[in-house]
């Protein structure tokens, strides 16, 4: 998340309803390398999904447990991200194994999303209890009994079929086949409308992943990026077309949001009355904090690091974020307050450090694991019971991190569904949209 994504990624969104009238929202795949954690914050506050993808996002191989809980703690401490917000996890380049899944669900992560379903193999989302039902050959093997991520669900990343050429792509299709000779932007929509109809909306109904990198959405960047406005037209021209169905069925949702419906289905008529599809807070939040919205633009800290420039409600680190030291100490520790565990990001003033909120309906606590980057606490629980309870995490760093639970269901419910994202999000009947 940077100033060369950001406006691309609010033109996806800008103007968009489902059909509660709600704005579409998105889950965004965060690295640490290259974000200004302002845009983090901004992100959130719009009501999107913040979603770990490491610190460094280096290949081949990075999903580390210092490279994920990195990531992690810097969003919390310089993006204002409470620790329990941040669920899922997308590995770098795809590149899974059974000891990164494995050590996502013992980390308390609700959700990871790596694993393709190409082609006719669009299921549902679904715990990994008893292995992968997807695809499960990446660089290394995860099939088999050695997989053992109880209670951690897997969000398959749908395909996009090229209906001439017969190919399957997951990301950024409008790359395809080549970025140097891409298909035309008016048959990148095409596919992604027949995709959508053919082997989604009118048969199981599973969710559809719009995945994009936004960058290749924006701006010229020679010699290795060409203007994208074309391709952001591809994107936005199907995610009409989707939301305009008849029936009104159709919605653009979160991963998390997903989740939710997952765990408990209900029929598209009562989805707008699920609380987690609603936009109006029963308070509205301060407009005159560093929190995110309105003004918070001009309230953020300026941090000239060796990185580049970036901005902050939450005081400039002292320096840029790496494995060796993701969260830097503030440079002036005085100058601003870090996020509290019991007031939302929305209600805290860091400037003041101060709690605006005075009503019980808007009163939050941040139940999510504390950061701790010595990973040998994995080891010492890793015979104690998980916990039960998706929507919260243990608050002691020595105890074990809970996993969600639960069946994911096949529905026929009438919901339809998108996701797309790294920018993700997904469009279901019900839907889905995610970001990288």
Not at 48 to 73: K, L, M, Q, W
Not at 405 to 413: E, H, L
């Amino acid at each position: 998340l940077q100033p060369g994504t950001w406006p691309q990624v609010q033109q996806i969104l800008a103007g968009r309803k489902n059909p509660n009238g709600c704005p579409v929202p998105a889950t965004w795949f965060v690295s640490i390398n290259y974000t200004d954690p302002m845009y983090i914050t901004q992100w959130f506050a719009q009501g999107n999904e913040v979603a770990d993808h490491t610190i460094t996002h280096d290949s081949p191989f990075c999903a580390t447990y210092h490279e994920v809980e990195g990531n992690r703690g810097w969003m919390n401490s310089y993006a204002g991200i409470p620790f329990k917000e941040i669920r899922g996890f997308r590995h770098p380049f795809l590149n899974y194994s059974v000891e990164s899944v494995n050590m996502l669900a013992k980390m308390g992560f609700t959700y990871e999303t790596s694993q393709s379903a190409m082609q006719e193999d669009n299921v549902w989302p679904y715990t990994l209890d008893y292995g992968a039902v997807t695809d499960c050959t990446g660089q290394t093997t995860i099939c088999g009994k050695q997989l053992n991520a109880k209670g951690l669900w897997e969000i398959p990343m749908y395909s996009v079929k090229d209906t001439t050429g017969g190919l399957s792509f997951l990301m950024d299709p409008y790359n395809e086949p080549v970025i140097t000779a891409p298909e035309p932007p008016a048959s990148v929509t095409s596919n992604y409308e027949t995709t959508f109809d053919t082997m989604h909306y009118n048969t199981n109904r599973a969710p559809f992943g719009v995945y994009t990198h936004p960058t290749w959405l924006g701006a010229a960047q020679p010699p290795s990026i060409p203007d994208g406005a074309a391709k952001l037209k591809a994107v936005t021209d199907f995610l009409d077309y989707a939301l305009a169905k008849p029936a009104k069925d159709v919605w653009m949702v979160t991963n998390w949001q997903l989740i939710q419906y997952m765990q408990n289905p209900v029929p598209a008529s009562q989805l707008a009355a699920q609380p987690y599809m609603s936009c109006t807070p029963a308070v509205a939040p301060p407009t005159n904090i560093c929190n995110g919205l309105a003004s918070s633009a001009t309230l953020m800290d300026t941090c000239d690091l060796l990185s580049g420039t970036q901005h902050t409600c939450y005081g400039c680190p002292s320096d840029i974020s790496t494995l060796a030291n993701p969260i830097p100490p503030r440079a002036a520790t005085a100058a601003r307050h870090p996020l509290p565990t019991n007031c939302h990001p929305l209600w805290w003033d860091p400037v003041a450090g101060k709690c605006l909120c005075t009503s019980p309906s808007c009163a939050y606590q941040d139940t999510g694991r504390p950061f701790n980057y010595n990973e040998a606490w994995l080891t010492q629980t890793a015979n104690t019971t998980n916990s039960t309870n998706t929507a919260s995490t243990t608050q002691s760093a020595t105890a074990a991190a809970p996993s969600a639970t639960g069946a994911g269901k096949s529905s026929n419910s009438g919901i339809r569904s998108i996701a797309a994202g790294e920018i993700v999000g997904a469009v279901v009947a019900a839907a889905a949209l995610a970001l990288a």
